[in-house]
């Protein structure tokens, strides 16, 4: 396996091709969730992409964001993973990382992230706490989560 974090501007035209479609895989198909993927943050200066490959292949990609773009903290979205990767342990691996290089860029931080309500015992397993009640986003039951430093 191996890592990459890089903004935007970095991203080859095959990694961004293969970025949007693991990502409108994920929450567009499997999800049968019809949402603004292209968001506008995407493009953002200070925003990384992180992106994990095998032979070649994005099969796990997050987004991270500096403070003050989808929270007051450090986030991390978009977390996503290729549906025939799953279970092997990539998704637990992707968090690490993705912590990891929020370090790197921004020091020691808090992180929050806008996760899922059933990935909250998954998340929790990396330190996040609940910080809000549900609320639907694109009718998806979510949760504000935070990870402090």
């Not at 403070?67 to 279970?87: C, D, L, M, P, Y």
């Not at 899922?116 to 998806?140: A, N, P, R, T, V």
């Amino acid at each position: 396996m191996q890592w990459k974090c890089v903004p935007f501007e970095a991203l080859t035209p095959i990694e961004l091709y293969q970025l949007l479609k693991l990502r409108v895989d994920v929450f567009v198909v499997e999800q049968t969730c019809p949402y603004p993927e292209l968001d506008g943050k995407d493009i953002l200066s200070g925003v990384y992409h992180l992106i994990g490959y095998k032979e070649n292949e994005i099969i796990a990609c997050a987004r991270l964001l500096p403070q003050g773009i989808s929270f007051s903290n450090v986030s991390i979205g978009r977390v996503a993973t290729k549906e025939n990767h799953r279970g092997s342990g990539l998704g637990h691996e992707l968090i690490k990382t993705a912590l990891v290089h929020c370090q790197k860029l921004w020091g020691e931080c808090d992180v929050s992230i806008g996760a899922q309500s059933h990935l909250e015992h998954y998340y929790q397993k990396h330190g996040f706490k609940k910080i809000s009640e549900e609320y639907l986003e694109d009718d998806i039951p979510h949760i504000d989560m935070t990870r402090i430093a």
